[in-house]
């Protein structure tokens, strides 16, 4: 096949889980377009198997969508036509819809569609796949790559892969042994909370741990209250890394303490052990991280699988009752895991 399309529109951390299926997609067709949203890009510039991206909101997918912008759209269709790719896989997480998307690429005018989709898809889709509720979101992606005609090639181990970093190398002046700690998260709900996180750092120090802390742009004041006052084992990172730069710094970790969210499937990308703050607002068994060690820490509790963005409990009680001993145990696991290997 000379063009395949694939379709990913959500956030960092779900454009990596969906690379293993691009890469299959990618040993079939002579050439791979990326369409992805704005909150996914610095992810598909990352990923092995892309030609090309197309960037574009979409407001059936987008969790804060802006109202619908018909010309807008329609510049869309005309581009996707004027690429005219001879394929289009639309991969999608269950809560979400293929249909706006295909309809979109029929406009334009592409022959072959294919997408997960419990919905009654008319015409929009050659292949309408199935796949069971509890399928992790990598394997729900190449179950669809393989429903389309695109196996991943037996030579690829399907773990989640990012370009070498060799050509972004981490900042100067980083410990020749840490620990990263990325407080922030994209949901609320999916974090562990600033004191706790200070206390994880303190702990990890008292124990003679270098401790490197992350985050993106809006999460410095967080990441400065976690690092707390400038001491020589703590180097705070937050606001300063592009995303390759932060796989760089990852690469070089002896493990990361993180929530569910887009760092901890960039860990699992360059083969970092993941201590995952994993609160059970969705289910583990398809957003634990992938082919990578990694333990799992939250509280049982009774509204598990709520969805939520911010949670509604007072106390946010499946993440607050997780301790910084607990963390800190995970850590030593880990990392002895990791030298071991």
């Not at 562990?192 to 303190?202: F, M, S, T």
Request: glycine content about 10%; charged content about 20%.
């Amino acid at each position: 096949m000379n063009h395949a399309l694939v379709v990913r529109l959500d956030n960092d951390g779900d454009v990596l889980l969906a690379g293993p299926a691009i890469r299959a997609v990618a040993a079939g067709a002579d050439r791979v377009t990326l369409w992805c949203g704005p909150r996914g890009r610095r992810a598909a510039e990352l990923l092995p198997g892309v030609d090309e991206i197309v960037v574009q909101a979409a407001e059936w997918i987008d969790p804060q969508p802006q109202p619908l912008d018909w010309p807008v759209t329609l510049r869309l269709i005309d581009r996707l036509r004027q690429l005219a790719p001879d394929a289009a896989v639309i991969l999608t997480s269950f809560h979400q819809s293929p249909l706006p998307t295909a309809l979109l690429l029929r406009a334009a005018g592409v022959p072959f569609v294919g997408a997960i989709s419990e919905d009654y898809p008319g015409s929009l889709l050659d292949v309408r796949h199935r796949v069971a509720d509890e399928l992790h979101e990598v394997r729900r992606g190449l179950s669809l790559a393989v429903a389309c005609g695109f196996p991943l090639p037996e030579s690829d181990g399907g773990r989640l892969r990012v370009r070498p970093t060799a050509a972004t190398p981490p900042p100067q002046g980083l410990p020749d042994s840490y620990v990263v700690v990325h407080p922030g998260a994209s949901v609320p709900a999916r974090a562990w909370g600033g004191q706790r996180n200070a206390e994880l750092v303190d702990a990890l120090v008292a124990v003679g741990r270098s401790v490197v802390v992350t985050g993106g742009p809006e999460e410095t004041e967080l990441a400065g209250r976690v690092a707390g006052d400038p001491r020589d084992a703590v180097v705070n990172l937050a606001g300063t890394t592009t995303l390759a730069q932060l796989a760089a710094v990852l690469a070089g970790a002896d493990a990361i303490v993180v929530g569910n969210t887009g760092p901890a499937h960039l860990a699992a990308a360059v083969g970092t052990p993941v201590v995952s703050l994993f609160a059970p607002t969705v289910p583990a068994a398809r957003w634990r991280p992938w082919g990578v060690a990694h333990e799992l820490l939250s509280i049982d509790v009774p509204c598990a699988g709520c969805r939520a963005r911010v949670c509604p409990v007072d106390g946010h009680p499946c993440l607050s009752g997780v301790t910084a001993a607990q963390a800190l145990a995970a850590v030593d696991r880990l990392s002895r895991s990791r030298v071991a290997a």
